[in-house]
């Protein structure tokens, strides 16, 4: 029986270089991309969507996305809807931080205590939407195509 | 928007999956924290993609200077679609040329050979921002 492509899903982290929080984002896409689930996701980074050609804008067309914002822009859902197509799901890590009653998050070089704790929560939370999505009847199916990754 | 007009807004790569984007982060870091913190912002890349209207209003009215970490220059591309029209644009292969034995590993966390790449490519920038603010960018 012939083996069939792997569903995966799309991990979008918006990065936001301004602040703590978009260093808990890259950390926490990090941590699911590299250790909690590496079979199961892959990633973009946010401005290829422009920056990039047709393959990278079609990448939230060709994988469910998480997107994975620092503040309440939500440059990631936002961005990711434009220029590619709606997020199946997204975390703002301001809010979830604030939800598990973390202190304010700090250090966008080396983050704070509570900074680390929200890289965790929000790893955890990306990984519970990953499962539900891969277990989900209508998740859209990995075609196949590659789109080209940034550094 | 807030600023001093002889600013310069310091825009690096996003990107999460390569050691020279963190590179690019790092050395913007250095220089808006540590070296020339009264002469230079930084801009998240992300903001641009939004359009967000603050970030669009400071790469139009500043100098900006990107940092790339791949061929694919989003930094740059991103600056120059957003309405900055005066862009230097910098890409840490070109600093790693120049410095061949830093080769950065990691990404969550850059080794000693990244961190100094990176604080070689922040002097390098930090450089420009004092021509940008006519010799006035040294910060006491």
Known sequence: ?151 | MSGTCRETVIIPCSGIGKPFGSVSREAAYEVVDMLRPAHARLIALSRLVLGDDDARDAVARHPVVTIDGCKLACAAKMAKASGARRVRELAVIDTFRRHPKLKPEGIAELNDAGRQLARALAEEVAAIVDEQAGGEGRDA
Not at chain 1, 6 to 14: D, E, L, M, Q
Not at chain 1, 71 to 79: D, L, S
Not at chain 1, 122 to 127: E, I
């Open chain 1, 1 to 151: 029986m012939p083996e069939l492509p792997r569903r995966k899903v799309g991990i979008v982290a918006c990065s936001g270089e301004e602040i703590a929080e978009g260093t808990v984002t890259r950390l926490a896409a990090l941590r699911v991309l590299h250790e909690l689930r590496p079979d199961d996701t892959v990633t973009i980074c946010l401005p290829l969507f422009l920056a990039g050609g047709e393959g990278d804008r079609a990448f939230a067309r060709v994988y469910p996305t998480v997107t994975i914002d620092g503040c309440e822009k939500r440059c990631a859902a936002e961005g990711t809807a434009t220029y590619s197509a709606p997020p199946a799901a997204s975390i703002v890590v301001s809010e979830l931080a604030a939800g598990c009653g973390l202190g304010p998050i700090e250090g966008r070089r080396q983050l704070n205590e509570a900074g680390r704790l929200a890289v965790e929560a929000t790893a955890q939370r990306t990984v519970e939407l990953v499962d539900e999505l891969l277990k989900a009847p209508r998740a859209r199916r990995f075609t196949g195509t590659l789109p080209s990754a940034g550094p």
